[in-house]
């Protein structure tokens, strides 16, 4: 009988240990230059730097995945800690999440515009796309491209009519959406990409254009792309929480002072094959913008609301984001 009740007490304790472990932190990252942040992060180990400062060596695992829904997935299966994903599927999670995950946002990637581009030399807007065209996107009604092309679905149509062209959307990885838009001839005329493919698409397909930006949509600079993670990991993790949104601040703060060390980390992170220029050319643009802090968020969560995406209604953006003092001032 003691030996059962010390086998017991030993197992419960090795279960309490392994619920407070601190040092591992698993993120799911995507395609594009959004995930910079992230891309600087683990080449300059920036999570690891933070960690022993605290007293902990992080183990970091970095795994990519396409679309917000098999980010989603993932997350909940507890597959990985933090996820990386577009507003739309932060805001379906967090609603879905309330009472039990209670998953919320840990930080931005900053803000970026997202582009609608065509090869289809008839399509100037969005009503000018037919049954005969295919737009890729990343996840098919769930990713915030599929969010903010039923914005503008809702404005040039009317709320009740959001999910119109949801029938001729097809999830597509971006790069696969790019040689599509780039090589022509294929059911995929059209493409809401994020850089650098939506440049890569207007450089070497002459017929390529513009025909939404997410940004006049959206009223403004907004940050499309946010990291999220699950309550139980942020409590049972302080330590490893905090080093990772100190090593995305100071990510932040390299890409913003130094564009071409930027761009020789993504092109080395991700060896890719991407023009050095056309990357420079992107991060310098006056509309890209490197922040932590998310920016105008809230419009698209309050969309998906009225429309009857998700059942809660977020009133700030502090409804569906985590409390933290390196992520503030935002909108």
Not at 22 to 30: K, L, M, W, Y
Not at 199 to 217: G, R
Not at 230 to 245: D, M
């Amino acid at each position: 009988m003691n030996r059962i009740r010390i086998a017991a007490g030993a197992i419960a304790l090795a279960l309490a240990a392994n619920a407070q472990a601190e040092g591992r932190i698993r993120i799911a990252e995507q395609y594009g230059v959004v995930y910079l942040l992230l891309n600087i992060a683990q080449e300059q180990k920036l999570i690891e730097k933070y960690g022993k400062q605290a007293g902990v060596d992080i183990k970091v695992e970095w795994t990519q995945l396409s679309g917000g829904a098999a980010i989603n997935d993932a997350l909940l299966s507890g597959a990985i800690d933090i996820g990386s994903a577009g507003v739309g599927p932060l805001i379906t999670l967090w609603d879905r999440t309330k009472g039990r995950h209670n998953v919320r946002g840990v930080a931005a990637l900053g803000s970026f515009p997202y582009y609608l581009v065509t090869n289809n030399p008839k399509v100037k807007t969005i009503a000018d796309f037919t049954d005969k065209d295919r737009i890729g996107l990343p996840a098919v009604g769930v990713s915030v491209q599929a969010r903010i092309l039923q914005m503008a679905v809702a404005k040039q149509w009317g709320d009740d009519q959001f999910a119109r062209l949801d029938k001729i959307t097809q999830t597509l990885p971006h790069p696969d959406a790019t040689n599509a838009i780039i090589a022509g001839g294929t059911e995929i005329t059209g493409h809401f990409a994020t850089p650098p493919f939506q440049e890569q698409e207007l450089a070497q397909n002459p017929n390529a254009h513009v025909v939404l930006k997410s940004y006049d949509v959206q009223g403004g600079p907004s940050s499309s792309t946010l990291l999220y993670a699950t309550e139980k990991y942020r409590s049972e993790n302080p330590k490893t929480y905090r080093a990772f949104v100190q090593a995305l601040a100071e990510a932040a703060d390299f890409a913003t002072k130094n564009p071409e060390g930027a761009a020789d980390v993504y092109l080395k992170v991700n060896k890719s094959k991407v023009d050095r220029a056309l990357l420079l050319k992107i991060f310098r643009n006056p509309e890209v913008q490197f922040r932590i802090a998310p920016q105008n968020t809230l419009g698209l969560a309050q969309f998906m609301h009225k429309v009857g995406a998700v059942k809660t209604r977020a009133t700030n953006w502090r409804d569906y984001f985590f409390d933290d003092a390196l992520v503030k001032e935002g909108s």
